[in-house]
């Protein structure tokens, strides 16, 4: 299995807040950018966590939840590929209801 697919399946959803893993290898941006793109969407500081650094480094960002589905598609937009997003558990929740 590749070391992305790996991460997702042993991430947990957040109790609060949203969560997108991204994969950079230096090929489609740089963490500074997806950092800068994540910013401009929430418009608040975004806490991320880098699980693996190296020839290709894997970030797992922290954002609201209702700003998941706008900045997977802004970062798709802008050239990263190998990514992946995730609800918060209230959000997932207040949804079924």
Known sequence: MHPFEEIWRSLKAHPSEAQILL???GEEGTFEEALEILQDKGGRQIKYEFISEGSSSFVLFYLPSNNMRGAVLKLRQT????LKGMNAIEFSRENKQ
């Not at 050239?79 to 190998?82: L, N, V």
């Open 23 to 25: 994969q950079l290898d």
């Open 79 to 82: 050239g990263f590929t190998r």
